[in-house]
T-cell receptor, first 112, second 117 residues
Framework: SQTIHQWPATLVQPVGSPLSLECTVE??????LYWYRQAAGRGLQLLFY??????ISSEVPQNLSASRPQDRQFILSSKKLLLSDSGFYLC???????????FGQGTRLTVV | KNQVEQSPQSLIILEGKNCTLQ??????????LRWYKQDTGRGPVSLTI?????NTKSNGRYTATLDADTKQSSLHITASQLSDSASYIC????????????????FGGGTRVLVKP
């Protein structure tokens, strides 16, 4: 069976510090991978998606970047965090258009 | 621009009662529509997924309907339980190709449901 792992679960970082959130998928190959951010009480906003290794599409201009160094690994990064980067970050994967999307448990990021 | 609108934003219901959540979308080309349940501080969990040709799908006490002509969907919760308290998110997938850059999910803002005893 397929599983998705996302870590850490919570993170408190000072403004200006770097960020690295990691997401890995097991039990499937060549998944579509997604990073979302959810502000408090708001819907999910797509940040990045990837259809293959090294292929990253960005939905909104921002202080973040994403990388896919391996087929089942998706990393969300920042060189210098801003206060506005605080939020709940979710990683997700789908195999194809008509299949279900599976989400990680999320990372609560607080930038102080 | 692809959009998914949900209503109401929030609702409070008494335990044992039924409720219906609404989802309107403008997503093209439409691939499928999904309803997710998200507990506070957790990732969304899938309830149902419907393609263009499906009108209704049930998962226990959850029943989703889809009207592809009017681009509307609803999620009906029957005999609500305290554990149904959560956010319910409507998600529409666009794209025709199986593995293409067009395979993106558009999320609604969610409906926060609170079930009271």
């Amino acid at each position: 069976s397929q599983t998705i792992h996302q870590w850490p679960a919570t993170l408190v970082q000072p403004v200006g510090s770097p960020l690295s959130l990691e997401c890995t998928v097991e039990g499937t190959s060549n998944p579509n991978l997604y990073w979302y951010r959810q502000a408090a009480g708001r819907g999910l906003q797509l940040l990045f998606y990837s259809v293959g290794i090294g292929q990253i599409s960005s939905e909104v201009p921002q202080n973040l970047s994403a990388s896919r160094p391996q087929d089942r690994q998706f990393i969300l990064s920042s060189k210098k965090l801003l206060l506005s980067d605080s939020g709940f970050y979710l990683c997700a994967w789908t195999w194809a258009v008509n299949t279900e999307a599976f989400f990680g448990q999320g990372t609560r990021l607080t930038v102080v | 621009k692809n959009q998914v609108e949900q209503s109401p934003q929030s609702l409070i219901i008494l335990e044992g009662k039924n409720c219906t959540l609404q989802c309107n979308y403008t997503v093209s080309p439409f691939s499928n529509l999904r309803w997710y349940k998200q507990d506070t501080g957790r990732g969304p969990v899938s309830l149902t997924i419907m393609t263009f040709s499906e009108n209704t799908k049930s998962n226990g006490r959850y029943t989703a309907t889809l009207d592809a002509d009017t681009k509307q969907s609803s999620l009906h919760i029957t005999a609500s339980q305290l554990s149904d308290s959560a956010s319910y998110i409507c998600v529409v997938s666009a794209g025709r190709e199986i593995k293409a850059a067009g395979n993106k999910l558009t999320f609604g803002g969610g409906t926060r449901v609170l079930v009271k005893p």
